[in-house]
Each structure stands twice: as C-alpha cells, then as structure tokens.
C-alpha cells in the first residue's frame, strides 16, 4: 500500500507561482513513478505531468508549455509540482498518484496506469 497526501494548494493570482507537494509513505519510494492529474469543475480529470521511478524522465501534457515542472526528492519521499505563470484555466483540483515497478519504470498519462491516488489539493487562479 501506498500513501500519498497532497499539499501546497490555495488562491493565487493570474501570472503566479504554487509548488504542490505529494509526500507518499508505505512502499519504497523509488520503485515507484509518479503522476500528476487535475479536474476542473465540470470536466474530466487529466493528465498534467509524470516523472519515473528514478526521477531521470519526465513528460507533460502539451498544454504545460513549460510553465510546469514535475520533480522528486527521494531523501523525503516526495514529488513536488512546480506551477509557474499559472491561468485561471488552470484552476482546479490537482491529484497526484502512484505507479508500482518492479525496479524501474516511467510514469504513464493514463488515469487506469496508476495503482494509488491521494486526495487532492485545490488550486484556484483569479483574474
């Protein structure tokens, strides 16, 4: 089993910064990838950003166009999501989630890829 709870959400105005952090506990933190999603009111969840059980490959969906960086720290068995120049469309509730590997293995852009999901954080950009 794995945990994972989500932090770092909250109001921010349009063209600021949040970093999301996902700290997971219950497995080996590096034999697992790593995921971020997000749902906006009304929509359907989808894929934001992914990073490997290593942390060496990373890859995002296209509308992120470099203002998003996924990362993780596996001293303090966290993935963190760095948001920067961030919309009003961005706003959202972003989830992170897990993959288990047996040894290594990427992230995936698909929702039924990954075995555990926290509990989200809310993240609203005004105008």
């Known amino acids: 089993q794995v945990q994972l709870v989500e932090s770092g959400g909250g109001l921010v105005q349009a063209g600021g910064s949040l970093r999301l952090s996902c700290a997971a506990s219950g497995s080996t933190f590096i034999s697992i990838a790593m995921g971020w999603f997000r749902q906006a009111a009304g929509k359907e969840r989808e894929f934001v950003a992914a990073?490997?059980?290593?942390?060496?490959?990373?890859f995002y969906a296209d509308f992120v166009k470099g203002r998003i960086t996924i990362s993780r720290d596996s001293a303090k068995n966290t993935v963190y999501l760095q948001m920067n120049s961030l919309k009003p469309e961005d706003t959202a509730v972003y989830y992170c989630?897990?993959?288990?590997?047996?040894?290594?293995?990427?992230?995936?852009?698909?929702?039924?890829?990954?075995?555990?999901w926290g509990q989200g954080t809310q993240v609203t950009v005004s105008s």
């Open positions: 990073i490997s059980s290593t942390g060496g490959s990373t």
């Open positions: 989630a897990a993959r288990r590997c047996s040894g290594f293995c990427y992230g995936r852009t698909a929702e039924i890829d990954y075995d555990y």
